[in-house]
């Protein structure tokens, strides 16, 4: 009987294919909340694999693989820095919508006892 593995059981089978490298050859940086600097000093173009929840609001230089739900993918190119950040559209209108509608409720509230 077959049994599925899961993500991690998966890793460590195939642990043997994976590449360790050294800080000074591939840079990781966070610059804000959901915003990421990616520099990779490799001379060679691979697929590189990031632990972030794949979701399709993920923005970046590159295009961004779905690998798991809980794995993305980018190509990095030698010598070549990316930007992968996270923009909801949707949630960012909603949030105005929100913001506004609060300061519409607060005129007419402080207008009323005013009067």
């Known amino acids: 009987m077959k049994k599925d593995l899961s ?7 195939f642990e043997k294919y994976f590449i360790y490298i050294d800080k000074e050859k591939f840079l990781f940086e966070r610059n804000k909340l959901n915003n990421y600097q990616i520099k990779s000093n490799i001379d060679t173009n691979d697929l590189w694999i990031f632990p972030f929840k794949f979701d399709t609001n993920w923005r970046s230089d590159t295009q961004i693989k779905n690998l798991s739900n809980f794995l993305i993918g980018l190509e990095l190119n030698k010598n070549k820095k990316v930007n992968i950040y996270y923009f909801n559209k949707t ?8 913001i506004f509608a609060l300061f519409i409720m607060l005129y007419f509230f402080l207008r009323k006892t005013k009067c």
């Open 91 to 98: 949630r960012f209108i909603l949030d105005i919508m929100g």
């Open 7 to 13: 993500l991690l059981e998966c890793t460590l089978k």
